[in-house]
Structure formats: C-alpha cells, structure tokens
C-alpha cells in the first residue's frame, strides 16, 4: 500500500520528506497497457477497500474535491495500446483505494493507495522564548486511529522575531509584517504557515478610580497614612511585569488628581505621566513575575495640614485579559503564549491551545459553506466568543456558557472551573477527516 498526498498538486515542488513522488500527489496517474486483436471496451473503476467517508450530498455539490473526478470511465480498444487515466480522488484522509481495470473478461488491480495530507509548518519564536516539542500535537493531528492523516512537516526552523514579552492580540500588524519578514515557506503554498511561539498574547487598556468627598479612614479603594502622608488606591491588575521598557518609564500611569482636606486649608495635587516620581506600585506581586493592584502616593508637603478627608481620581493602563492562543489564517500564522498571568504556561496547556488553533488554521469548525464540510451539530459562532467553535456538551444562556466543554474547539480554556476537553469530539473528528486542505482556513 502506497501512501497519497490528495492535497497537494501533481508537482515535483512537494517531493521531499515524507512525499517520495509526484507520482503520489495530487492527480492518481495510472498507466495501462491493453491487448487486444478485434473491437473491445476497456473499463476502469475507484474501488473503495476500506474505511470509507461519506460525503453528503450538499458537500459533494459545493466542492467537488469532496466527490472525486473521474472515478470511473471507459476507453474503445481497437488493438494493443496504452491508455493513461487521470483521477482526482476525494479529499478525505485515511481512505483506502484501488482501482480496478476490466478488458473483456480479464480484470486487473492496481496497487492499493490510502488517502494522507499534509502540512507545512515554520517554527518562529519571539526573542527569550524557546521552542516547545510538539510531537504530541504532530501525533494527535496525524491521528491514525481517527483516520485523520494530516502530516504537519516542521520546516525553515530557527527564526527569531524581534518583537518581544508580549503581542496585542487587537493589533496585529506589525507583529504579521514581522512574521512575513521571517516566512521562507512561500514555495509551500497555499498549505503551509507559521507557528509563533510568543510571551504574552494580552493588551492593555485605559481605566480609572475615582472617589469623590469623604473622611479619612480605609475603605476597598483606598487607605491613607496620616504620619507619612501616603495615600494607597487600590485598582484592577496593573500593565506592569509584561513589558520591561514600560515598566522602566511607569506607561501603568496615566494621571492622577488628589484634593486633600485639612486643617490648614484644602490643596489639590495633579500629576501626570510626564514625571511619576511620586506614584508607585503599591504591594506585593500576587504572581511569579507581577500582579499588582494597588498604587501608593507620596504626599509628603501637601500644605494641607492634617488632613480629614479628601477626593481623588487616578486614571492608569490596566490589563484588560489574557488569550492563550490566536490565529490569522489568511495571514498563515497562528501565535501561541507561552506565559499568562505574569507565570509559565504549562506543556499541557501549550499544547491544548496549539491543537485548537491548529483546528481553526486547517478549517474547524467548518461552517457549512463554500469548500467546508456540513456544520457539526454543535456548531456555534459569536456567544462571548471569536470565529467558529464547538459546544459539545454546552448551553448557552443569559448567564453564558454553562456544562463541561466536550471538545477541544470550545471557544474557552474552561467554564467555571470545568476544563476544556484535550480532543476533538466525534462530529468535529469527522469534520476534520472530511476537510479539503488543498488551502487552509475557514470559508467565509
């Protein structure tokens, strides 16, 4: 049995690796040599031998790599010739096939080829980050078991991106520009991409706090030293331990204004970022390498004597959320963080994230439309989250998502401390045997 590459073009560019000849990709070109002396009809036919997949009718009308072309035909033999047959056969791996030849009452049988795809990827990490081994995932997507069979080929490794600790995952250009700069598989198109290997995937945002008139004394947004005039406001998570340049210049503050209320007169006090001497991070980190939610003030010489109470309103970067994975699939490359929440990711949960992002690079979960396979029945797109996913074993209602995810393309890592499941369901297993990867992405 021959392994054939059915995504993939009839072309010598692919030969390498685990594809030994265009002879085993793309178009099944098959040679035969017939004999015979008066008037004959030569008959060929695909024959399924194992391990077949149904394509329904909807699909097979959409795309037509999903039925094959040319899987049966026949040919008048006058005398002895050669007859070459081109067939395509259908997109979906782990299929096996044969095709059978009949001349008058003699048939003969090919060898048998089983239906594989495959995938090329580039490595690239961000500066400090080191690759992790993802055999795991490679294993899981080849998945013989399942009758997957897409092989992701690791090519063009040891690219370093200069962008570094962490990548807004709302604003993407100029790490894409990075990335494209990096790419060297453009000869592997439209199947291969990149796998960025970065710090942090979060962004920050503007926020603030705000307390209008009261006496001295704590409450949950603030406290107050009377002997040292320090004034402590407490807040949401700090942009701080992310990035280092911004934490030597304080980019976590923004401004801040304290009206102070004392016995000698009232004093109001404005600072900005343009000189946060006298701002700092207010506590202790709650994570290995940052978590702060509190910023001290040093109101030392505020004129205001002794102060009975006072206002204030602090406007600061906050972080506004963490995404363990992304992907852009037009772009043709998917980053997975390596940390979240100022700590090391562990292999386990890299390796969940890279096996969903991989699912959305080669098309889960398919919508239903144009080239893609029928919508798995738990199909969902929107609902708190981005681009298509699955919701095995969900619901969702007015309180959001509820139940334990049941498919690794659930759109979230967990739901109420319940943890995603570290495998496709059996609809998307089935979609994703089904996909056509001539191309990679979702059909929009």
């Not at 406001?233 to 700090?238: A, H």
């Not at 570290?422 to 992405?441: E, I, N, Q, V, Y």
Request: proline letters at 3%; hydrophobic letters at 35%.
């Amino acid at each position: 049995m021959s392994a054939f590459w059915v995504n993939l073009s009839h072309d010598d560019k692919w030969v390498g690796g685990p594809v030994t000849s265009k002879a085993y990709a793309g178009k099944l070109r098959l040679k035969w040599t017939l004999k015979n002396d008066g008037l004959g009809i030569f008959r060929f036919r695909v024959v399924t031998v194992s391990d077949g997949v149904d394509y329904s009718n909807g699909e097979k009308g959409r795309n037509p790599r999903f039925k094959g072309n040319n899987l049966s035909s026949w040919y008048s033999v006058y005398k002895d010739r050669e007859v070459i047959t081109e067939i395509d056969l259908p997109a979906a791996g782990g299929v096996t096939y044969r095709v059978d030849g009949t001349l008058g009452e003699t048939t003969v049988s090919s060898e048998t080829f089983e239906t594989r795809r495959i995938l090329y990827y580039q490595p690239m990490t961000m500066v400090g980050v080191d690759e992790p081994d993802i055999q795991e995932v490679e294993d899981h997507f080849w998945g013989a078991g399942d009758g997957f069979y897409v092989k992701l080929q690791r090519e063009k490794a040891g690219q370093t991106l200069t962008r570094k600790n962490y990548l807004d995952n709302w604003f993407l250009d100029d790490f894409a520009k990075n990335v494209k700069e990096k790419y060297q598989l453009a000869e592997r198109s439209p199947v291969g991409f990149a796998i960025a290997w970065v710090t942090y995937l979060t962004y920050k945002e503007d926020r603030d706090v705000e307390m209008s008139k009261r006496k001295v004394g704590g409450s949950k947004l603030h406290s107050w030293d009377q002997a040292n005039s320090r004034l402590t406001i407490t807040t949401t998570y700090l942009w701080h331990g992310i990035e280092p340049d911004d934490d030597a210049k304080k980019d976590w503050f923004t401004n801040l204004t304290v009206t102070l209320y004392g016995d000698a007169g009232t004093k109001t006090i404005a600072m900005s970022s343009n000189d946060p001497s006298r701002v700092d991070l207010g506590d202790e980190a709650e994570f290995d390498d940052g978590g702060h939610r509190k910023v001290v003030v040093d109101l030392r010489d505020h004129g205001a004597g002794e102060v009975a109470s006072f206002a204030f309103k602090l406007d600061y970067k906050g972080v506004a959320g963490w995404t363990a994975g992304s992907t852009k699939e037009k772009q043709r490359y998917l980053a997975v963080a390596t940390r979240s929440r100022w700590q090391a990711r562990s292999a386990a949960a890299m390796k969940k994230t890279l096996l969903h992002e991989l699912g959305h690079m080669v098309g889960m979960v398919p919508n239903g439309a144009g080239r893609m396979p029928d919508k798995p029945p738990n199909y969902y797109s929107g609902q708190g989250h981005l681009g298509p996913h699955c919701a095995k074993d969900m619901t969702y209602g007015s309180d959001g998502w509820a139940g334990t995810p049941g498919c690794i393309m659930f759109g979230a890592d967990e739901v109420g401390g319940n943890a995603r499941a570290g495998t496709f369901c059996a609809d998307c297993k089935l979609a994703l045997r089904k996909l056509d990867l001539s191309t990679l992405g979702v059909e929009e």
